[in-house]
Structure formats: structure tokens, C-alpha cells
């Protein structure tokens, strides 16, 4: 079938909006009519061609939602009609992974979804009769896509898809990192490094986990009054501190937090210096720093191990711990209880064909999420 889409041809260049054309599902696949999709920072990430993963020609985009249009052979947990988010993750519930019981991170078609192939090896979307790979499993950048079962959530038939489709990255993510990845005590105190669409729902997961003292830290000053909103108690401009040099950053934020340092770090840049500053701002004895920017292949972290030894800890999370299939309908089900609030960070909505502009507006630090209406 013909559909529109948003197709990165080289890395660098702008997205060009055209019809491509979109094969069946094959067995075990199913058929995703997208409403809606967000732009995250990742997408632009892997359009700059630092992402050693990045394949073009690709659909990018990987936070949309939608109805189910078609199933495959064999496909028994959703049914055309059901409204859902595709998720990155998928959740096969029978890998290693997923029988531990103790990570998100299901390994059932990793391979073939890193290389942007559907599990069978083969892709779904042409352009001009040449093949164009998928991303990460979703290709959200097309109002219809093709995606496996396992990586098919089913969520709440009222949700809006205009706002939820940011569930299926962002406020996740964020949220999902505080509630399940560093599991966020009460009274405890925090610092979130980067205040967009990732980092502002850290900071909202830190306010309904407790957490008594929540300081943002962002280069951009515009992005404070959102994060106070959120939950942000102070707001540190790493510019203001001795000139941007990050070891009187940590110096300053260790102070703020009483002495020793935060409970709980999160890095929300991809920045690796400030991956290892958060590492050293982490409470002497138990501070957990938690990275969650994604840094291009070649970068390092790197701190004395005497950070180690006293006590500091370091993780990192996917998709904020979250179980594709399992965990992403509970995030739609905190949106629509009024648990979280998505829809003020949703600062743009734009039609398909003005996506090169929100990617322009990201760079220039313009809005929190912006999200594209089929
Ligand atoms: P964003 O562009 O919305 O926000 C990034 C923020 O960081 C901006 O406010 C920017 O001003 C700030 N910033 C940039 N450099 C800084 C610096 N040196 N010091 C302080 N602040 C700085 O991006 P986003 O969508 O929130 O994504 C944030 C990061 O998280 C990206 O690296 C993205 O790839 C990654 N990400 C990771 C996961 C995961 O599962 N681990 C999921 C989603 C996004
Ligand atoms: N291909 C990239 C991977 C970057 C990465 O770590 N991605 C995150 C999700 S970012 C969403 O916005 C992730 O899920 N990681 C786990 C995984 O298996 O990829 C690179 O840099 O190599
Ligand atoms: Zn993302």
C-alpha cells in the first residue's frame, strides 16, 4: 500500500516528505494505522550518522500510537480495531531476558532490529522500488508501519493518541527511570542534567516518588519555569559556575545537597563529562547516579574508582526499566488517572509535512516535544 512518510535518505540532510510504499504484514507482524508520533532527541541523533547503528535510506521516529489495521498469520495478542503504542523494546516474555524477571531489555530480535530489518531479515517500506530500512523496530515517521507482535502495547481505547504517542519514549523514559530504574526513596534529594522531554519527566517521577529536593541543571535557561512546574526546586546553569568547568559544577551541587552529595543523579544530555560529574555530585556511601543520554559510539566514561569504593553507584536505563508490553499501558493509565501531566510539555503540533522545522526547533532549544499529526 501507499502511505506518507518522513524518509532520512542520508545522515545530515533534511527528512523528505513523500509516499513510499509499505508490504503486509508478514506472520507474526502486525499493521499499525500511526495517528500520531513524537520527535525525540534520539531520532536526531541517529539523522546526524553518529549512531553506529544508523542505516539509510530509514524511517525514522519511535514514539508514535495507533489503531491496529491488519494482523499476520499466527498474531493472537491484539486484533484490528485495538489502540497502541509500538515500543523499541519489545517483550517476547520468553528470552532469557524476560524470564529473568530482572531487566527490560528482551533480546528476542535485538540483531535484526539494530540492523533495521524485521525479524525475518527481509524490510517492509520502498522508495522508488529500493528497499528503506525500519528504526528501532517502529518507523513511527509514516502514518501506517509494520512491526511485530511482540513489539505491539496495547493500551486504553480513550487515550489520545496526540498526547500518549509520547509515552512511547519520553515520559516513559523519564518517569519509568525515577519510578523503576533508580526506584526514587522519599524525602531524598536529586539532580536531573538536561531539562527536555526526557529530563522533565524524570523530575515529575522524582516528585510522586517524594523526593524532598529536585535541582535541574540545563545550559538553556528557558527550560527552568517548565521544571519548576514539574517539580524542579532549583535550577543551576552550569555557564553561571566558574565558567561552565564541571569539577566547581559538582562542587556546587554536592554543597546544595547538604555537604555529601545527591541520593540520586540523572543524566539526561548524552553528554559524558557530565555523565562522570553526576557520577562524582552522587552522595558519598550510596548515591546512585543514573545515565540515561545516549553518547555516539567512540565516547568514554570515566571516573578515579575511588568514586566507586566510597560507596557511589552507577547504572543506566532503557526506556526507564520499562517492560514494552507490560509497563507502557500502566504510563497511559497514570496519564488518564491525572497522575502525570503530558500534555503541557507538548509544546508543538505540526502536520508530517513541517517535520524538518521541529527538528530545527530542537536544535535551537525551542519547546519541549513536539509531535507530528497524521
Ligand atoms: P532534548 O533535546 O529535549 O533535551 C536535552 C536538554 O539537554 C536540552 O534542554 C538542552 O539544553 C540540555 N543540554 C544539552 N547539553 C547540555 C549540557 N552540556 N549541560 C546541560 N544541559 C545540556 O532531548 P531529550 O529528548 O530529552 O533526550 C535527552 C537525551 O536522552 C538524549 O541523549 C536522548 O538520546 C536520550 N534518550 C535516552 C533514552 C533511554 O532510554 N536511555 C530514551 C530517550 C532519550
Ligand atoms: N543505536 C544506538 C542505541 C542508543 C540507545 O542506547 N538507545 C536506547 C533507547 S534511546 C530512545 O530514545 C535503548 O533502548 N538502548 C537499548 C538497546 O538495546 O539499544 C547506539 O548509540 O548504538
Ligand atoms: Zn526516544
Redesign the pocket.
Known amino acids: 500500500m501507499d502511505v506518507r512518510a518522513a524518509i532520512a535518505l542520508e545522515p545530515g540532510k533534511p527528512l523528505i516528505v513523500d509516499t513510499v510504499q509499505l508490504e503486509e504484514p508478514h506472520p507474526g507482524e502486525v499493521l499499525i494505522e500511526i495517528f500520531s508520533t513524537g520527535?525525540?532527541?534520539?531520532d536526531?541523533?541517529t539523522l546526524s550518522g553518529k549512531d553506529p547503528e544508523g542505516k539509510f535510506p530509514v524511517i525514522l521516529g519511535h514514539e508514535g500510537a495507533g489503531i491496529v489495521r491488519q494482523v499476520g498469520e499466527g498474531v493472537t495478542s491484539v486484533k484490528p480495531g485495538d489502540h497502541v503504542i509500538p515500543v523499541y523494546?519489545p517483550e517476547c516474555r520468553q528470552c532469557v531476558m524476560c524470564l529473568s524477571g530482572k531487566t527490560n531489555l528482551c533480546i528476542a530480535i535485538r540483531k535484526t532490529q539494530g540492523e533495521g530489518l524485521m525479524p525475518d531479515g527481509t524490510t517492509r517500506f520502498s522508495y522508488k522500488g529500493k528497499p528503506v530500512f525500519t528504526y528501532m523496530g517502529c518507523s513511527t515517521f509514516a502514518n501506517y508501519t509494520v512491526v511485530p507482535e511482540i513489539a505491539v502495547a496495547k493500551i486504553n481505547d480513550d487515550a489520545p493518541f496526540s498526547s500518549v504517542c509520547y509515552v512511547g519514549?519520553?515520559v516513559t523514559?523519564?518517569v519509568g527511570?525515577a519510578m523503576w530504574g533508580a526506584k526514587v526513596e522519599p524525602n531524598s534529594t536529586v539532580v536531573v542534567?538536561?531539562?527536555?522531554?526526557?529530563?522533565?519527566?524524570v523530575i515529575q517521577g522524582c516528585r510522586m516518588m517524594g523526593a524532598r529536593k529536585i535541582i535541574g541543571?540545563?545550559?538553556?535557561p528557558a527550560?527552568a519555569e517548565m521544571a519548576r512546574r514539574f517539580g524542579m526546586t532549583d535550577f543551576v546553569?552550569?555557564k553561571e559556575i566558574d565558567n561552565?568547568n564541571l569539577d566547581a559544577l559538582r562542587d556546587h551541587l554536592i554543597k546544595m545537597c547538604g555537604g555529601w552529595g545527591a541520593d540520586y543523579t540523572f543524566e539526561?544530555?548524552?553528554?559524558t563529562?557530565?555523565m562522570d560529574c553526576m557520577l562524582e555530585t552522587a552522595h558519598r556511601g550510596w548515591g546512585l547516579a543514573c545515565?540515561?543520554?545516549?553518547?555516539a559510539a567512540g565516547e568514554k566514561i570515566g571516573v578515579r574508582p575511588f568514586q566507586l569504593i566510597t560507596g557511589r553507584r552507577w547504572i543506566?536505563?532503557?526506556?526507564?526499566h520499562a517492560r514494552g508490553r507490560t509497563d507502557t499501558p500502566k504510563i497511559v493509565d497514570m496519564y488518564m488517572n491525572g497522575q502525570i501531566d503530558v500534555d503541557s510539555l507538548i509544546t508543538a503540533r505540526i502536520p508530517l509535512s513541517e517535520i524538518n522545522e521541529a527538528f530545527e526547533m530542537?536544535k535551537r532549544?525551542e519547546g519541549?516535544?513536539t509531535v507530528v499529526d497524521y
Open positions: 520527535i525525540c532527541h534520539t536526531a541523533y523494546i519514549c519520553g523514559t523519564g527511570s542534567t538536561g531539562l527536555g522531554g526526557v529530563g522533565l519527566n541543571v540545563d545550559i538553556n527550560k546553569n552550569p561552565g539526561c544530555t548524552g553528554n563529562q557530565l545515565v540515561i543520554g545516549v553518547a543506566g536505563t532503557a526506556f526507564g530542537m532549544g519541549i516535544r
